[in-house]
């Protein structure tokens, strides 16, 4: 958001407080709605739950023998992270760890995403692991059962051991990818007694492109076009090998799949052509990771486009990166391609996003609430999945805590009703999605942001640790009663 724009903003709220319109106080908590209407709700047995990964949120960087991960050596060069905070304490999850866990429960939320910190498991990536390390996560998931709330495992929510970053370049070698595949081993033998579901990696397009290509995220590299087209083919091969490695050495019946920032394309206008062109452009736009995950094959659209760019790979990796999933987890935020019908290319046409197009408090974070109908509606069809998983939606907001001490955080409630709405919408036509990661459970260490962005519905006090309900956590107590959307 330019200064411009925040300026005036706050200008127009200046002037109602000034009119003793803005800071309401006494706003009630509210109670559970009625049952919904008929036709109105999610089926029965949809999964409500929120989510959150171990470095935004755990701190105690050097406790109990973890080693360091790529995000410690990096939020310690100068200008990276906007606020220059880290993640060394965040939300001191790793030892509060209970209280958060009664939070998730005051939402009445059936299950939890985390993730594991690799190198508190193995600090240096292999080798010998860190028997504390895994302690954590063995008292994390007893006190989640204990409450009732099923355990949701992420391996790898981008925090990789800084040795392998050393030793190998980090993803830039398959050595990176088999070693994550022991790792994913380990974890799957000691936790999936307890742990049903498994998350592979989360957002492949985001941690290869932000952290090789443009380095905004760790290890900070600007890599060239061939080697991102690399190190994203060995972010596939990482996660089929832990698929393998989940199936050999997981409890049966425990379920993966991965957890992907899906290039989001929607019909800009509803009709059939564009609807299809939709779909076109969904596959050949995840045509570098999420296609070649569920078919097996980079399309000829994808190779043509790369040229000489293209990945090498045998066709070996191509079976390992296609191992069968369970599921599909999808992170869905804002639309990234709003597509026509063309008979140009590949048939399809992404248009340009106007500069005005409306966005929440992250200036990336497009309102697009059809996002969340179109782009699982036409997943399940081009790569005939009967399960999807939300696995992260949400926004972040300014979260102002009012005099009387609440958050009155209509903004995110708004951004919720709408992409809900559109999420009911998809499953009352009998779309497969079965379950809903709101993110984040409690603002957290917001990457390149620092501390600048609030994503959660707790509202966190970073100096006192102490959390606090905003409203829409009473929203999101409601949807789950109701299990429904709440329009
Ligand atoms: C998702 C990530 O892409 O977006 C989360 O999986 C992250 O870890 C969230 O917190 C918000 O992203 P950002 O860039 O606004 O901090």
């Known amino acids: ?3 411009k724009v925040s300026r005036r903003q706050f200008a127009k709220i200046a002037g109602l407080s000034a009119a003793g319109m803005a800071n309401p106080v006494g706003a009630v908590e509210v109670n559970p709605a009625p049952p919904p209407r008929a036709g109105t709700g999610f089926p029965a047995g949809f999964v409500w739950g929120t989510a959150t990964s171990s470095y935004q949120v755990e701190g105690a960087v050097n406790e109990d023998g973890r080693g360091a991960s790529i995000w410690d050596k990096f939020v310690r060069i100068p200008g990276k992270i906007e606020d220059g905070t880290t993640g ?11 209280e958060d866990i009664a939070l998730i429960k005051e939402l009445g939320c059936k299950a939890y995403r985390f993730s594991v910190a690799w190198p508190r498991v193995f600090p240096d990536g292999d080798g010998k692991p860190n028997p504390k390390g895994l302690d954590f996560y063995n008292r994390l998931v007893d006190e989640l059962l204990k409450n009732g709330i ?3 495992l992420t391996l790898y929510h981008w925090d990789l051991p800084q ?13 990176t990818c088999k070693i994550f595949g022991d790792y994913a081993a380990y974890v799957a033998e000691h936790l999936t007694d307890r742990v049903k579901n498994v998350f592979t990696l989360n957002e492949s397009g985001r941690f290869v492109y932000f952290g090789y290509g443009i380095g905004i ?19 596939a091969l990482a996660h089929g090998l832990a698929v393998q490695a989940v199936r050999a050495h997981g409890r049966h019946g425990t379920r993966v799949g991965p957890a992907e920032n899906i290039d989001a394309c929607a019909p800009a206008i509803d009709t059939p052509e564009n609807v299809r062109a939709a779909e076109i452009a969904l596959r050949e736009m995840n045509g570098g990771y999420l296609n070649v995950i569920m078919t097996g094959q980079y399309t000829d659209a994808f190779l043509k486009f790369a040229g000489p760019n293209a990945p090498k790979y045998i066709d070996a990796e191509l079976k390992i990166i296609s191992s069968p999933v369970d599921f599909l987890g999808l992170n869905i935020y804002a639309p990234q391609n709003y597509v026509v019908a063309s008979d140009q290319g590949a048939g399809f046409m992404p248009l340009p996003i106007p500069k005005s197009f409306p966005h929440m408090n992250s200036d990336w974070l497009r309102v697009g609430p059809e996002t969340i109908y179109w782009v699982p509606k036409l997943a399940a069809k081009i790569w005939k999945t009967d399960a999807i998983y939300i696995s992260e939606n949400g926004t972040s907001g300014d979260d102002v805590v009012r005099p009387d001490g609440k958050i009155y955080d209509t903004d995110r409630i708004m951004y919720l009703r709408n992409y809900l709405a559109q999420l009911q919408r998809a499953t009352s036509e009998g779309v497969p999605v079965r379950g809903y990661f709101l993110w984040s459970l ?10 600048n962005k609030r994503f959660g519905l707790y509202h966190v006090n970073f100096d006192t640790q102490v959390r606090t309900p905003k409203l829409s956590a ?14």
């Open 1 to 3: 958001m330019s200064d």
């Open 88 to 98: 060394d304490r965040a939300n001191e999850h790793y030892h509060r760890y209970k």
């Open 150 to 152: 099923e355990p949701w």
């Open 163 to 175: 040795s392998l970053q050393d030793r190998f370049g980090g993803w830039r070698s398959t050595e």
């Open 217 to 235: 995220d760790a290890p900070g590299l600007t890599l060239p076009q061939a080697e991102l087209n690399q190190i994203r083919h060995n972010s």
């Open 442 to 451: 409690m603002d957290n260490f917001e990457w390149v942001y620092g501390l």
């Open 474 to 487: 009473s929203f999101y107590r409601n949807v789950i009663a109701t299990n429904a959307a709440g329009v």
